[in-house]
């Protein structure tokens, strides 16, 4: 299957939004007509804080959007659509992800998860929406003989500072209505026919909650606490939408010693710990629906700055 790959920057709302988003994107093609394809799925990826001029090439070959988007189709196949995010806004290194987040203090770090107003799945879903339109004057947005199609599945992916968007993402999904209707599905009409329409992303923030079925924490790690959710009525209320009929959700915790053995910051490895333990506890009460595995990287090495950025390369999505 063929591919269209580039970087785009793109704003939030282009009406009214002023912060520019960089979007790594690697889309599949159709292989007849050279026209965006229906992916099997949407992976989403959410970078960290900034890297520049380190002199590790590992590591500056890690932080480029356009590689890290090639790594996410490796992974997952060649028949996902990979979109890798860079936070708007920066305070010297310290990436600012507050249109998703917007309790954030001024260096990113989260006071608190609130769903109120659903500020993450309705920013990813007017990002993406930006994206297909700058795509589109680059290619024809879909095949002339496509059909509608169900919304494809989403994989979100928090990579360091990354992970304040997958925390505030869990506690969105714990407060999304079980029997919500998916209405304004991802459709978008193809232009030689207004009678062909195809899904390629979600177009609200009902169905792109409801279309999460894979939830992937990176390496992640603040300065302060709130790397990871450990609020019990979160995975709890989670778990009760699973029970009564949600689709599946599958949560993995990657981690290298780089955070999960700070001992400067030994609440990073405490708040895992406990997710993990809050995810185990309520797997049975979901009907086997909810399911966590925890996996450590790198665990002969002494912690450094590259292990941190080569659990991109090492990651394990299975």
Same mark, same amino acid.
């Given at each position: 299957?063929?591919?269209?790959?580039?970087?785009?920057?793109?704003?939030?709302?282009?009406?009214t939004?002023?912060?520019?988003?960089?979007?790594?994107?690697?889309?599949?093609?159709?292989?007849?007509?050279?026209t965006?394809?229906?992916?099997?799925?949407?992976?989403?990826?959410?970078?960290?804080?900034?890297?520049?001029?380190?002199?590790?090439?590992?590591?500056?070959?890690?932080?480029?959007?356009?590689?890290?988007?090639e790594?996410?189709?490796s992974?997952?196949?060649?028949?996902?659509?990979?979109?890798?995010?860079?936070?708007?806004v920066?305070?010297?290194?310290?990436?600012?992800?507050?249109?998703?987040?917007p309790?954030?203090n001024?260096?990113?770090?989260?006071?608190?998860?609130?769903?109120?107003?659903?500020?993450?799945?309705? /920013?990813i879903? $007017?990002? +993406?929406? %930006?994206?297909? =339109?700058?795509?589109g004057?680059? *290619?024809? #947005?879909?095949?002339?003989? @496509?059909?509608?199609?169900?919304?494809?599945?989403?994989?979100?992916?928090?990579?360091?500072?990354g992970?304040?968007?997958?925390n505030?993402l869990?506690?969105?999904?714990?407060?999304?209505?079980?029997?919500?209707?998916?209405?304004?599905?991802?459709?978008?009409?193809?232009?030689?026919?207004?009678?062909?329409?195809?899904?390629?992303?979600?177009? /609200?923030?009902? $169905?792109? +909650?409801n %279309?999460?079925? =894979?939830v992937?924490?990176?390496? *992640?790690? #603040?300065?302060?606490?709130? @790397?990871?959710i450990?609020?019990h009525?979160?995975?709890?209320?989670?778990?009760?939408?699973?029970?009564?009929?949600?689709d599946?959700?599958?949560i993995?915790?990657?981690?290298t010693?780089?955070?999960?053995?700070?001992k400067?910051?030994?609440w990073?490895?405490?708040?895992?710990?406990?997710?993990?333990?809050?995810l185990?506890?309520?797997?049975?009460?979901?009907?086997?629906? +909810?399911?966590?595995?925890?996996?450590?990287?790198?665990?002969?090495?002494?912690p450094?700055?590259?292990?941190?950025?080569?659990?991109i390369?090492?990651?394990?999505?299975s």
């Open positions: 299957m063929e591919r269209w790959s580039g970087v785009l920057k793109i704003p939030l709302d282009a009406s939004s002023r912060n520019y988003y960089r979007v790594a994107a690697s889309l599949c093609l159709s292989s007849s007509s050279g965006l394809a229906v992916p099997s799925a949407n992976a989403i990826f959410f970078h960290g804080d900034r890297v520049q001029d380190t002199g590790n090439p590992v590591i500056e070959r890690l932080y480029d959007l356009q590689k890290v988007a790594i996410i189709v992974k997952f196949g060649n028949s996902v659509n990979a979109w890798v995010v860079e936070a708007s920066f305070d010297e290194p310290f990436a600012i992800y507050k249109d998703f987040v309790s954030v001024q260096w990113g770090a989260p006071k608190s998860y609130l769903p109120t107003g659903f500020p993450a799945s309705s /920013s879903v $007017s990002l +993406l929406s %930006s994206c297909l =339109q700058e795509e004057k680059e *290619v024809c #947005l879909i095949d002339q003989f @496509a059909s509608v199609h169900h919304c494809p599945r989403t994989f979100v992916l928090g990579f360091s500072k992970g304040v968007v997958i505030q869990m506690s969105e999904i714990s407060i999304l209505d079980t029997n919500c209707a998916e209405t304004s599905s991802a459709i978008v009409e193809e232009p030689m026919s207004q009678h062909e329409k195809i899904q390629i992303i979600p177009a /609200s923030k009902e $169905s792109f +909650l %279309s999460i079925s =894979q992937h924490y990176i390496d *992640v790690g #603040l300065n302060s606490s709130g @790397a990871y450990t609020d009525n979160v995975v709890q209320r989670i778990s009760q939408r699973l029970s009564r009929g949600a599946s959700l599958r993995v915790i990657h981690g010693p780089r955070q999960w053995c700070d400067q910051r030994d990073i490895c405490k708040e895992k710990d406990e997710l993990v333990r809050l185990e506890a309520e797997t049975e009460n979901s009907g086997g629906k +909810l399911q966590v595995h925890e996996r450590l990287y790198f665990s002969g090495r002494l450094d700055l590259q292990m941190h950025f080569e659990i390369d090492s990651l394990d999505v």
